[in-house]
């Protein structure tokens, strides 16, 4: 094996690269047009541009890859996660090409890859599976006649792909009909097949995942469990092991089920078996088939290289180590970092500054950050949200989420809403800090956790508003006298006084209290870092630009985000009375399935009207009032971008003594 080519992009293709330099390997990047300024591409030891913009046009295309491979003398192909890494077809045609397939057989992913076979198999190998239908019948009738065998609730899942996709919750028959066709929607769009199934639900359990690994001698061990229960839209955002709830008797138990599944498929190389956990029960949820985003946890805790393992079992050669020989110390942490907001509505836009945390800061613990991120880089509506993956290792568990809170705080990344304010609170809240997140926690905690960020950042609001009321940096202030501001987070208004002091500083007299100094550390692009005198943290601020004659502004310290307007020159709040008319704009790039509201039609406050698909995912949104549509102004199919008009409606007013 002497040149791989990585059929992915971003951290996942930079993280296989680095193993293959390692082992001096060279390494081929493929990129459509919207990644051709990426970091993989830079970084491999040669480019091949697949062209197009979406994955179909791109990384989901099996003759441009296979072309790619070809002209650039690849003798290997390596997946990444994602994209084709499940597809059998696609590891198949690899290996008809005369290249090395750098993962399990095509036999083992149809098998496996499909939730339905490998519970078939898992069953007739003594794996634990919840009752459930997973036939060929996909006819509605047929699917509410098994849910009133199973009883309510139930899970609707896609029979392929994985990352929650497809999946939805029923908890009455009234709600199946509408739940089987948008998950058959959602796993058509996703995976190119719209069959499902359909289980008992379990309420309150954690997704608690084993690692295995196998070779072409027959070997197969594990390397230990992940608890993946924290999690938004069924997506994991947090992943640690060992597991708060697992000892070592069920570790040994789940381990020899999961070995179990591997070895009656016939498997080859790295997979995770993923169960639900509830007690000291579990039962099998699906077969992942390739590495998992969460493989670093793995790596952290058993220090081994599992990119590595995967290139040399492709070579034929045997695992490195047998089961009595993998040592597992400490304890591990991932969060991902994904453009969205806190209320998980995914973002797109460019990186205007970034500054990743310092690993030298970090006493008796590893840090480590996979990304592909850079000053400069686009976020485009094309492919998922994640925008790397932050890992530490500690001795404890309580060690670790100190120093990933640490690391989190450090970390700037302004141009866009991430979620990293977000997972710092998960992680210091007393349910994670107690071991005691479940699937459900975010379900039911997440609007706590998202009103205290609000508060965090009204409060900050307040001490720090005054450095988004500049226009330009330092050196460009055009006037030595002192100006009024008005200045709007959220639907906080501040009056603000602002005088420079000079070409770094600024005097600041806010309506709550008298003159502090802002004091300018560093220039940034659009932007700077600065502190405020008598507060010791620093504060990085970046010029949006111009929104509806309001200069906008994304402002970051520690643990809190925040969008804030300079509104000066925009007319009063409240100077106009007009406000009958309103109207439902997009909150994101994205194409637009369904739109379930016609001109004329009478619309109740959260009744959904349109339904958009961004980031591989469905979004429904809703008038927050009751209303009447004035016009449709998009069709279905249409690709819409951020702030884009979809509807225009008209509120509806209450007559004199209604209610």
């Known amino acids: 094996m002497k040149r791989i080519l990585i059929a992915n992009r971003g951290e996942i293709a930079l993280r296989v690269m680095a193993t293959a330099c390692r082992m001096g390997i060279e390494t081929v990047a493929v990129y459509s047009d919207a990644d051709a300024g990426s970091l993989h591409v830079q970084q491999a030891d040669q480019a091949y541009a697949l062209g197009g913009l979406t994955s179909a046009q791109s990384y989901l295309d099996v003759g441009k890859l296979l072309a790619a491979a070809k002209a650039t003398g690849a003798d290997a192909v390596h997946p990444g996660y994602g994209f084709l890494s499940e597809d059998a077809g696609f590891a198949q045609a690899v290996q008809e090409a005369g290249l090395i397939w750098i993962g399990p057989s095509p036999a083992a ?17 003594g794996v634990p599976c919840l009752p459930g239908y997973e036939g060929s019948d996909q006819d509605h009738e047929r699917f509410a006649a098994e849910a009133e065998r199973i009883g309510y609730p139930v899970m609707v899942k ?12 029923v908890e009455s028959p009234a709600q199946l009909q509408a739940a089987l066709a948008s998950a058959r929607s959602e796993a058509l769009a996703g995976f190119g097949n719209g069959d499902l199934l359909v289980e008992r639900a379990v309420m309150h359990p954690r997704h608690v995942e084993v690692q295995v ?13 992940r608890d993946c229960s924290v999690q938004r839209r069924h997506q994991k955002i947090i992943e640690e092991s060992p597991s708060p709830a697992v000892n070592a008797d069920l570790r040994e138990r789940m381990g020899a089920c999961a070995v179990a599944l591997a070895k009656a498929a016939g498997y080859v190389g790295a997979g995770t078996v993923e169960f639900l956990l509830e007690g000291q029960d579990f039962f099998l949820m699906e077969m992942n088939t390739r590495l998992q985003v969460e493989h670093p946890v793995t790596e952290a805790l058993t220090g081994l290289d599992l990119v590595e393992w995967q290139i040399r079992v492709a070579r034929g050669e045997p695992l490195p180590l047998t089961q009595q020989q993998v040592q597992l110390s400490g304890h591990a942490i991932e969060v991902r970092l994904c453009a969205e ?3 998980f509505q995914p973002h797109t836009g460019v990186v205007r500054y970034f500054s990743a945390p310092n690993a030298m800061s970090f006493e008796r613990s590893l840090l480590r950050f996979d990304h592909a991120l850079r000053t400069g880089s686009e976020v485009t509506p094309y492919y998922d949200a994640m925008l790397g993956k932050l890992i530490v290792h500690a001795p404890s568990r309580d060690q670790a989420i100190d120093q990933l809170i640490h690391a989190l705080g450090q970390l700037v990344v302004l141009g866009l809403p991430t979620n990293r304010a977000f997972l710092m609170q998960c992680l210091n809240d007393s349910v994670f800090r107690q071991g005691q997140a479940l699937i459900s926690y975010l379900a039911a905690d997440a609007p706590r956790l998202q009103q205290q960020l609000r508060e965090q950042q009204s409060q900050i609001h307040q001490q720090w508003g005054a450095l988004c009321t500049v226009a330009q940096p330092p050196g460009g202030l055009a006037c030595s006298y002192s100006q009024q501001r008005r200045l709007r987070h959220r639907d906080q208004t501040q009056e603000l006084t602002l005088q420079p002091a000079s070409r770094t500083n600024w005097s600041l007299e806010a309506e709550d209290g008298g003159p502090v100094l802002l004091q300018i550390d560093e ?9 405020r005198s008598g507060l010791s943290q620093t504060i990085n601020a970046v010029q949006l630009g111009m929104e509806e004659g309001a200069t906008r502004w994304h402002l970051q310290t520690r643990g809190v985000d925040w969008l804030a307007e300079d509104i000066s020159y925009l007319p009063p709040e409240g100077a106009s009375a007009a406000g009958q008319a309103s109207e439902l704009r997009a909150p994101f790039n994205g194409k637009v399935l369904q739109i379930q509201a016609v001109a004329g ?12 698909e961004s980031m591989k995912l469905e979004h429904s949104l809703g008038v927050r009032a009751d209303c009447v549509v004035e016009e449709v102004l998009v069709a279905e199919g249409q690709q819409v971008t951020p702030g884009q008009i979809l509807l225009r409606l008209a509120t509806v007013v209450a007559k004199e003594g209604e209610a």
């Open 109 to 125: 992913i149809r098998q496996l890859g499909s939730k339905a076979a490998a519970k078939q198999l898992a069953k007739a190998h």
């Open 158 to 169: 896609a029979v392929a792909g994985g990352g929650g996709r497809g999946m939805r919750l």
């Open 213 to 225: 690994f196998a070779d072409t001698q027959g070997h197969v061990i594990h390397l230990g469990e």
């Open 341 to 343: 907001d806190e209320n």
């Open 523 to 531: 220039l940034l692009a659009h932007g700077w870092r600065a502190r």
């Open 601 to 612: 039609q009478h619309l109740q406050a959260r009744t959904t009207a349109v339904v958009i």
